[in-house]
């Protein structure tokens, strides 16, 4: 996939509206960023991000009824522990 200033702009307002609504810290430079961000779309009650994601979703070539069927899964189901290496030792974070 092709990263112009559009795909940039929806995914950092999108970064912004999930950090404040759903606490999701999501990282653009992960590899699953925009698989993230639509999965926690799918989550989402406000109109505003559902949209933000139907427009990541056709610019991701993805296709938008992921964003728009209802789910079962909650943000705190769909967040799963950091694991990095502190030093040697894995740390949960």
Not at 35 to 52: F, K
């Amino acid at each position: 996939m092709e990263f112009n200033k559009a795909v940039l702009d929806c995914m950092q307002r999108l970064r912004r509206r999930l950090r404040d609504e759903q606490n999701l810290e999501i990282r653009l430079s992960q590899p699953d960023a925009i698989q993230a961000m639509l999965t926690a779309c799918l989550c989402s009650g406000d109109e505003v991000t559902r949209e933000l994601g139907k427009q990541l979703a056709t610019y991701s070539d993805l296709a938008p009824s992921l964003v728009t069927k209802p789910s079962s899964a909650t943000p705190a189901a769909l967040r799963q522990p950091s694991v990095r290496i502190y030093r040697g030792q894995r740390v949960m974070s």
